[in-house]
């Protein structure tokens, strides 16, 4: 089977915010040609549980040859690659559905972490080279962004391992930074363009780039 | 005599940067129409002492209506409406003509301070109220922008008394945050974006807004 | 008149928190000898007014031979030399007694600041040596902080110049940085001895030491 | 069997650094007696691989009742009850030996990560009650000191599954931060007793607390 979808994906809004710059980016990106492949940009709930449910009825529908899952990460300045992926559900807010797990696992009895399989040094290189500022970061977090992370790559190493999945973090846009005084922000355009090379890269890269992108803590 | 233009400068890069968003931002403005002036954007030398020649120089010349001196700040997440000159040069680093002085008077004799007499607080609102990150701060920091805002302000008080002046400090562009990981920035059409609203209430507000913007310390 | 007193002065809490760690510094240290003189710690209220009445009556009261001002600084990491002190009140929260002024002078028609007289980056240099984490910093805020180093200033400046004065703010200790996750602390112990090393550079230095202690912003 | 001992390492200094606070803390708990047991407190290299086979030949030889690993945080505010340990060694800077391997597994074919079997939100929560800050951490970095922690967990999960082992990232102390501007710390005290009351926590607790301890990205 030949696959032509690359599936991307942003979340709805949560925590009051008006917007998530997530699905804003995505949605600018729907129908994009890539690499010999289209953009299929979908949105997914802030639920846990609900979100990941709507990530595998699209996946089933799509049949896409990559996967990239894209949440807001607000007080962050980067565009984040996220390495891994971590199997526990511990939420310091309520979900848009008013559940707060904590603690809990994603899947029972499933591995502790998964990491990324896309070429997570080389899309930040060529984001970079690009001019869009873009690191590797290695937590996602444990809210609604690593349990879809997690659910995602769950899925994926059972059912199409030879399709590559990930996460990417970003920014708030300005007018959310405009109403969280010395929060970072990124224009919504600069993170289309960085979401285009990561996109591109993770499509044409064959096996990763080596090069620095740990922390010492 | 009625004045008509906008002196409106940025300076040129240092610190080994290839550019200096403040000279990008300010130049997009050079002509443009606001509330009966023109803009006209100039460069300033990033050194002590001859970034003031030419600042004086050219109110000399322009006799503007009001005067907005541009510069970076590196690692700020917001763009900044500083409240405060004050009279000391202390550089952490050389200058473009490799000077750094220590604790030196910017104008030997000259007042401790000067406060900015733009309405900053009103600025920062407007910028705010069209979604562009925006704060007052307390500090203009000790190099050249400072010592230019020091100097401006001292050469309005003497000689122009009723013609507004004041410094706003600007992010990195992304291209520069590419560059230095972890450092927050804003896009260039951001910063272009809230200097035309900087100036235009700059130019019509009659009186600042009543508006907490201090800080605890 | 010979003047044997140091007056050491930390305020009440403020903002909710069970204790100020800037009284339970200084009073560690009252009556201890230092240089030829023994530290008066004293409590100011935090609220504007009162904190610079009950100041001026104990300068009336002890004629002090030095005078430091400690204030907390929640959120900061090391013990800052303040080296400004501006004449405006603008203020984020209510103070102790419920006022909350916006943008107005501490002293009607005084001068826009005054620089401590202190030697700044010579208590800095002594405090590092020992192994105290210390800075010189470039703005003392708008609160009550800024309110009385303003006033202690102006009061010296016309009453006692060749009094020296100034301004310390320091970070919160443990026991506060438990209940705000994230924010830096330092050990009573730490600033304690911190304050020691200052007061005795204080006491001592002739006059301040030449090395960079400004920000580029 | 009974166990008796508790192993808790610190490492050797790194990174030009003249001490490691993580040493100086453990060695001042070593022979502390703790519910029953003992602490040994033993130095690591900070080389990847020498340092786990020291930490295999400790655990060899003393069959801990408990494995605690503690390393330098530079950077971080708080005492961080680290959650997950990661196979991957991704260098920032070279080691002790001049190795700076660039994502390499630490143990190839080992699990993708292992999380801490420590009750660190329990511990936490009885570190903040006496008044030290501390927090649960998502991210041990991919430095030495994840290394460690994932060889300690893995080891343990083959050969102990009962020993609970985990890792405590600790911020510098005073002294350090005096030469790195900006840089929080805490004191050694501060730290020691934070330790004191971990191990306390993790030998006493027989479920973990059920508190958030997540974080949002």
New interface residues.
Partial sequence: MTRHTILLTGFEPF?QEPLNPSWEAVRALDGWPCAGAHVAARQLPCVFGQALQVLEQLMEELKPALVICV????????MSLE??A?N??????ADNAGR?P??QPIRSGG?????STLPI?GMAKA?????????VS??????V?NHVFYGLMDRLAAHAPAVRGGFI?IPYI??Q???H???????L??LVEGLRIALQSAMTLQQ?V????????
Avoid: N, W
């Avoid at 984001?127 to 690191?135: F, Q, S």
């Fill in positions: 925590e949440g807001q990460a607000g007080g962050r300045s980067q390495r891994v971590i526990v559900d511990d939420a310091r807010i707060q904590i603690d591995p502790a972490a998964y990491f040094k984001m970079r080279a690009a001019g869009i500022p873009a690191e290695q937590t996602a977090g444990t809210f962004c973090h300005p007018s930074a405009a109403r005084p010395g929060q970072p922000s990124l224009a355009e600069t990763d080596e090069e620095g992108g740990g922390q010492l803590h």
